[in-house]
């Protein structure tokens, strides 16, 4: 663990920190700035009046002036305490809101994020990491809002407290004292209490904290191989049937091994916790025995005894809280340091500015031009030298065994990743010079891992809030989910799962992939895609959507993705890949007739499913 950053280092975070947090929280800050304030000022409003009161009894005795103050006291007390609850209630109401902003904001930035940072297991460890430390110990911004007032409240502490106090160092000049009283009644004596507050600042800071740093260390181990386990854990039949739940415990054992250092830990507390005690006990009987040895030969009167006694605890309480927040900044900059990582994540791809024209005659062609591709962090080509043409009105197919490039071929259609070498372009121009979400407006994809959310039926397919009620239905009876739908109580708006409604229906797998290509249709693109969502599927049945989606997309440029031939035999451009390039194009008849052909090669390992019904 990185604890070394220089104070430099440390301030720069805290101010980068603060800015971020300001920019967030602005309401709830105020409001808790506002309420410290009047709550600070209260006991230091009652000790200084206490002080007068004390005054006025032990000397004057006038009882006229004596009940005016005691009448302020209690009013200006009152008073006080009033304002303060008012605010309080207010800041309470911004203070509950700061966890759902602070989740707000990382999933903004995340939502912006460019695709392949969403793809890589290190940002995605990066981030859980970043909400394990955050759902531990508020580590993060939440502990910036947080301490913000408890740093407004010391300094205003300190700034009062010294304020009220300086006349405690008073040296009585005409008189003369032996022994002790003397070096009471001495400069030194004043270098001696400046010497024991700055030790005080200097314990604080070094007992401040050890543990809740072990602890929110502790939570961001776990964030990483629960990341890793939750996805185990998924596939729940397969630990069943395998019964590999032995294997995945000991894993995860391994992975999280005992953890000694919470126990370690312990001692640590106890015996940091307990120098503190006996510090803070020795640092106020000493300024306790200085403040009554100067009251004693007269520097002040009983009134002002009471009054500097509050006024250095509270000075002593106030400077160790500042070290204990500092203590915990420099802890809290090792998540910060995570959430700038979070938030600076590069975004290289390039934008353009160029507008996507919008044709009514949808008259797009685009073309591959030399594309080879690499994932990030990987090494083998995951497509190799592909050129190809995409007209208006293509039914365009692409086969090829399982990892042969055809998804990823489709990823970098849709702009999710961006060649590692050649171009694409749309209508002769390089689609990076189109304007991003404009370009991504021209495709439809239904993925073969598509995700159905627990919003209405109407929402999954419209994929907004405010939708066409008209073209929602209409597009449903288009994938022929029109009498199911009908049949339904609440119609489109009927929930889909039961994770937020108890009158949510659960539909089949079927039904689900017919949801997820009305949602294709709604965003009526000019270019559709369908990426094996009938994967699980028989080839049969995956042959019969294709041909039906076939007739429901009129004029648009369809592909079809498949590692089943058989699926897209209709299709008058079917592209062949193996690994990662394009082998053969053609008509089925075509390629078929090529004997050498990879087609030919896959046609007939797969004839035995389908040759009943579709050879
Ligand atoms: P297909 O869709 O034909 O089954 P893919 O396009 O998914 O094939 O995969 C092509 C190649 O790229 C495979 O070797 C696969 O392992 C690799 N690949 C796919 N996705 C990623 C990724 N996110 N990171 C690294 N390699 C990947």
Same mark, same amino acid.
């Given at each position: 663990?990185?604890?070394?950053?220089?104070?430099?280092?440390?301030?720069?975070?805290?101010?980068?920190?603060?800015?971020?947090?300001?920019?967030? @929280?602005?309401?709830?800050?105020?409001?808790?700035?506002? +309420?410290?304030?009047? /709550?600070?000022?209260?006991?230091?409003?009652?000790?200084?009046?206490?002080?007068?009161?004390?005054?006025?009894?032990?000397?004057?005795?006038?009882?006229?002036?004596?009940?005016?103050?005691?009448?302020?006291?209690?009013?200006?007390?009152?008073?006080?305490?009033?304002?303060?609850?008012?605010?309080?209630?207010?800041?309470?109401?911004?203070?509950?809101?700061?966890?759902?902003?602070?989740?707000?904001?990382?999933?903004?930035?995340?939502?912006?994020?460019?695709?392949?940072?969403?793809?890589?297991?290190?940002?995605?460890?990066?981030?859980?990491?970043?909400?394990?430390?955050?759902?531990?110990?508020?580590?993060?911004?939440?502990?910036?809002?947080?301490?913000?007032?408890?740093?407004?409240?010391?300094?205003?502490?300190?700034?009062?407290? =010294?304020?009220?106090?300086?006349?405690?160092?008073?040296?009585?000049?005409?008189?003369?004292?032996? /022994?002790?009283?003397?070096?009471?009644?001495?400069?030194?004596?004043?270098?001696?209490?400046?010497?024991?507050?700055?030790?005080? +600042?200097?314990?604080?800071?070094?007992?401040?904290?050890?543990?809740?740093?072990?602890?929110?260390?502790?939570?961001?181990?776990?964030?990483?191989?629960?990341?890793?386990?939750?996805?185990?854990?998924?596939?729940?039949?397969?630990?069943?049937?395998?019964?590999?739940?032995?294997?995945?415990?000991?894993?995860?054992?391994?992975?999280?091994?005992?953890?000694?250092?919470?126990?370690?830990?312990?001692?640590?507390?106890?015996?940091?916790?307990?120098?503190?005690?006996?510090?803070?006990?020795?640092?106020?009987?000493?300024?306790?025995?200085?403040?009554?040895?100067?009251?004693?030969?007269?520097?002040?009167?009983?009134?002002?005894?009471?009054?500097?006694?509050?006024?250095?605890?509270?000075?002593?309480?106030?400077?160790?809280?500042?070290?204990?927040?500092?203590?915990?900044?420099?802890?809290?900059?090792?998540?910060?340091?995570?959430?700038?990582?979070?938030?600076?994540?590069?975004?290289?791809?390039?934008?353009?500015?160029?507008?996507?024209?919008?044709?009514?005659?949808?008259?797009?062609?685009?073309?591959?031009?030399?594309?080879?591709?690499?994932?990030?962090?990987?090494?083998?080509?995951?497509?190799?030298?592909?050129?190809?043409?995409?007209?208006?009105?293509?039914?365009?197919?692409? =086969?090829?065994?399982? /990892?042969?490039?055809?998804?990823?071929?489709?990823?970098?259609?849709?702009?999710?990743?961006?060649?590692?070498?050649?171009?694409?372009?749309?209508?002769?121009?390089?689609?990076?010079?189109?304007?991003?979400?404009?370009?991504?407006?021209?495709?439809?994809?239904?993925?073969?891992?598509?995700?159905?959310?627990?919003?209405?039926?109407?929402?999954? =397919?419209?994929?907004?809030?405010?939708?066409?009620?008209?073209?929602?239905?209409?597009?449903?009876?288009?994938?022929?989910?029109?009498?199911?739908?009908?049949?339904?109580?609440?119609?489109?708006?009927?929930?889909?799962?039961?994770?937020?409604?108890?009158?949510?229906?659960?539909?089949? /797998?079927?039904?689900?992939?017919?949801?997820?290509?009305?949602?294709?249709?709604?965003?009526?693109?000019?270019?559709?895609?369908?990426?094996?969502?009938?994967?699980?599927?028989?080839?049969?049945?995956?042959?019969?959507?294709?041909?039906?989606?076939?007739?429901?997309?009129?004029?648009?440029?369809?592909?079809?993705?498949?590692?089943?031939?058989?699926?897209?035999?209709?299709?008058?451009?079917?592209?062949?890949?193996?690994?990662?390039?394009?082998?053969?194009?053609?008509?089925?008849?075509?390629?078929?007739?090529?004997?050498?052909?990879?087609?030919?090669?896959?046609?007939?390992?797969?004839?035995?499913? @389908?040759?009943?019904?579709?050879?």
């Amino acid at each position: 663990m990185k604890n070394k950053r220089t104070f430099k280092e440390n301030i720069k975070m805290l101010i980068r920190g603060y800015r971020l947090v300001f920019k967030i @929280y602005r309401r709830s800050i105020f409001w808790s700035i506002f +309420t410290n304030i009047v /709550g600070t000022l209260s006991p230091y409003f009652s000790l200084y009046m206490s002080a007068l009161v004390i005054d006025e009894l032990a000397y004057s005795r006038d009882a006229k002036r004596l009940l005016l103050l005691a009448g302020i006291s209690v009013i200006g007390h009152f008073l006080l305490n009033l304002a303060k609850r008012i605010i309080q209630g207010r800041a309470n109401v911004y203070g509950s809101d700061t966890w759902r902003r602070d989740m707000y904001f990382y999933m903004e930035t995340q939502n912006k994020m460019q695709y392949d940072h969403l793809e890589n297991p290190d940002v995605v460890i990066l981030r859980e990491k970043i909400y394990a430390a955050k759902n531990a110990t508020g580590a993060g911004m939440q502990v910036l809002l947080w301490e913000i007032s408890q740093v407004f409240r010391s300094l205003i502490n300190i700034i009062l407290s =010294v304020s009220l106090t300086v006349s405690m160092f008073k040296i009585v000049e005409n008189r003369e004292y032996e /022994g002790f009283f003397a070096f009471i009644n001495s400069p030194y004596s004043i270098l001696v209490v400046i010497a024991l507050i700055f030790l005080n +600042t200097i314990v604080s800071i070094k007992t401040t904290n050890a543990q809740s740093q072990k602890i929110r260390k502790a939570y961001e181990d776990l964030a990483e191989s629960n990341s890793l386990f939750g996805f185990l854990l998924n596939f729940g039949e397969d630990i069943t049937i395998f019964n590999m739940r032995k294997q995945i415990m000991s894993e995860y054992n391994k992975k999280l091994r005992r953890p000694s250092y919470v126990f370690k830990d312990r001692a640590y507390s106890i015996k940091y916790g307990s120098i503190r005690m006996i510090w803070d006990f020795v640092m106020t009987a000493i300024l306790f025995i200085f403040v009554a040895a100067k009251a004693y030969i007269g520097v002040f009167g009983i009134g002002n005894f009471v009054l500097y006694r509050g006024t250095v605890a509270k000075f002593i309480t106030a400077v160790s809280d500042l070290a204990d927040i500092w203590g915990l900044f420099v802890q809290n900059n090792e998540t910060m340091e995570r959430v700038f990582e979070f938030l600076d994540l590069p975004d290289d791809m390039y934008h353009g500015t160029l507008s996507v024209e919008k044709r009514d005659d949808i008259d797009y062609e685009i073309e591959f031009r030399d594309v080879s591709f690499k994932y990030p962090r990987s090494d083998v080509w995951a497509l190799r030298h592909v050129n190809m043409k995409i007209k208006i009105g293509d039914r365009m197919a692409i =086969v090829g065994m399982n /990892g042969s490039g055809k998804t990823t071929f489709i990823k970098l259609l849709c702009r999710l990743y961006d060649p590692t070498e050649g171009k694409i372009l749309l209508n002769g121009i390089d689609i990076t010079r189109y304007k991003y979400d404009e370009y991504m407006k021209i495709f439809s994809v239904v993925f073969q891992d598509y995700k159905l959310f627990s919003f209405s039926i109407a929402e999954n =397919v419209a994929a907004e809030l405010n939708y066409d009620r008209e073209k929602v239905i209409s597009c449903l009876e288009r994938v022929g989910l029109g009498k199911r739908i009908h049949e339904l109580e609440r119609g489109i708006e009927t929930p889909l799962h039961r994770d937020y409604e108890n009158d949510g229906i659960d539909i089949s /797998g079927g039904e689900a992939q017919k949801v997820a290509i009305a949602r294709a249709l709604y965003k009526d693109a000019p270019f559709i895609i369908l990426d094996e969502p009938t994967a699980a599927l028989d080839p049969i049945a995956e042959a019969e959507i294709y041909s039906q989606f076939n007739e429901i997309v009129e004029n648009k440029t369809a592909i079809y993705i498949s590692h089943r031939l058989s699926s897209c035999r209709f299709c008058n451009n079917i592209v062949v890949f193996d690994h990662g390039t394009i082998v053969q194009q053609g008509g089925h008849e075509e390629l078929i007739a090529d004997e050498k052909g990879k087609y030919h090669e896959l046609w007939h390992a797969q004839a035995q499913y @389908y040759t009943e019904k579709n050879a």
